[in-house]
């Protein structure tokens, strides 16, 4: 032996077993890693053969089973994987109203996360896989004889609405696991990538407002982002469109208070809800306004002619084209508004949908059910479940994964977006707020300025 000692062997001449069973255990470590990779290789090559195999017998099965980056073949799984990115954002739920009138406002008995009377609860909408709702904080009109034509007849409207408020952020309080309060276009997306609900909030109807450009501020200082401009009444601002049958106008579309209301809406960044209103409204409002507008719950008017729904010529304001505006058209499920009676399905309002993408475009039309608002409902639609069926429908009508995309909620997301923008550009641009009140009111002397 040379003089270098043999690692084996210790200085006392005996066996070194401890350097033994590190080899062994080394040795050991690499038969196991070995036997890892030869496994996971066997699986990817099975995977792989058995690819080529579907690929060769029925191409087709990889899309089903997301194996090709392409959506499946059957419509119903390719509506949960759309709704799955980019789930239903709902223009319109009158869920308030049913917490309100069901329960008396009080908000500690409402069990929404069990099977409500209606069309929404907790468990139904996971299943329809919603993102987002408008929480409509309707009040209905006042009588006729309240208020004739004047509109200075005090009512309870304002009070109303503020516990419909209260209501729709109790609820969204006692389910922190469930929803959000949403503000704004990025609270909406933030909301949605937690796995929560956002729940937004909307006035239907200027008549809520007490006919008030101040109590429109208030009402944004609480959360409000949109409000339909009038409901089945006319108010101060303008005129509305009736229910079946048109009313008679009275103001000729936008009244001159009703031009600074849209203007003040622009600057506080509130989207205009065009459902409901005269189409007289409802083109002075598109040309008037600054920023993008919406119909929170309307149908096509070429379908089912009926007065709450738009038509073709309206329709064709919308876009970003010279003389046009941009905007969606959320399309409400209401069989009055859908088809004549007992036709309404999911067929029919697939119908609305794509009659609105025929003649503004598909970046132009969106969903808003009128759920719980609404007594009757259609076929294949009867709740806020069956949201993905829709979808369904329409893919095998030829529309593809993003356009469905934008049908579910980009394309209100967008509108909502170009609000915010304009909102920010008259802000910085010191556009002055807007102080002008109703000129038949007597309670405010005039001339008087100090």
Known sequence: ???????????????????????????????????????????????FIVGVVLALVDPGSLRDLGWSGKLPRDPDLAAQRILNVAPVIDGHIDLPMVARFGWQANVSAVPLDKHMP?????????????????????????????????FLTPSWRVRDTLEQIDVSRGLIEKYPDTFTFAASSDDVKSTISDGKIAGL??????????????????????????????????????????????????????????????EE??????LVDLSHTSDLTATQAIKHSKAPVMWSHSSARAVHNVARNV???ILKLIGTGKGQKDGVVMVNFSPAFVAPEGEANIKTVADHVEHIAKVAGKEYVGIGSDYDGIGEVPKGLEDVSKYPALI???YSRGWNKLELAGLTGGNFLRVFEGVERVSKE???????????????RTDLPRGMGL
């Open 1 to 47: 032996m040379t003089g270098e000692t043999d690692p084996l062997i210790q200085a006392n001449g005996q066996r070194n077993y401890a350097h033994d069973d590190s080899e062994f255990h080394e040795a050991q470590n690499k038969a196991r890693a070995l036997k890892i990779r030869m496994v996971v290789w066997g699986v990817l090559l099975v995977v």
């Open 311 to 313: 038509p073709d010529d």
């Open 201 to 262: 909030f909307g006035i239907e109807g200027g008549h809520q407002i007490g006919n008030s450009i101040g109590a429109l501020r208030q009402f944004y200082t609480l959360g409000v982002r949109y409000m339909t401009l009038t409901h089945i009444c006319h108010n101060a601002f303008a005129d509305s469109g009736g229910y079946l049958v048109p009313f008679e106008p009275l103001h000729g579309g936008l009244s001159p208070l009703g031009f600074k209301l849209v």
């Open 118 to 150: 209606l069309h929404v609860d907790i468990p139904r909408l996971r299943q329809g896989k919603v993102g987002g709702f408008f929480w409509s904080l309707y009040v209905e009109c006042p009588k006729s004889s309240e208020n004739a034509d004047d």
């Open 426 to 440: 008259l802000r910085a641009a010191g556009t002055p707020v807007v102080y002008d009140i109703y000129d038949e």
């Open 265 to 270: 809406m622009n600057r506080l960044g509130m």
């Open 392 to 394: 369904s429908e329409l």
